[in-house]
């Protein structure tokens, strides 16, 4: 069942992001499962919204990714992220 995840990350910047996700993407793999992402500057940090097609995909990304992240000086998130169970979801067009 699909998930959607909604995480805060306080304090995190977009250049923090940028750098993370360009060491993520010599790894495609790792987003094995994700259907969506998006990230979100505010005043506080960043906000991730990621659509995942389960829960268990979502957590073995988070499982390889965290350890990369910390390797950045990312702190560890206060809480584990917002996960909803997604009644439906599609793409336009697809």
Known sequence: MA???????PGVTVD??????ARLQ?????????L???CAPTDR???IFDLWASEEQMDAFA????P???EFGWATAPERPA??????HWVPGA
Do not use: K, W
Request: aromatic share 4%; charged share 10%.
């Open 68 to 70: 990369i992240a910390a």
């Open 63 to 66: 499982g390889r990714m965290m």
């Open 36 to 38: 969506s992402h998006a």
């Open 3 to 9: 998930i959607l995840v909604h995480a805060v990350l």
């Open 26 to 34: 010599q790894t495609p793999e790792i987003f094995a499962g994700c």
């Open 83 to 88: 996960v909803l169970r997604v009644h439906h």
């Open 45 to 47: 940090g960043l906000e």
């Open 16 to 21: 923090q992001y940028d750098a993370l996700n």
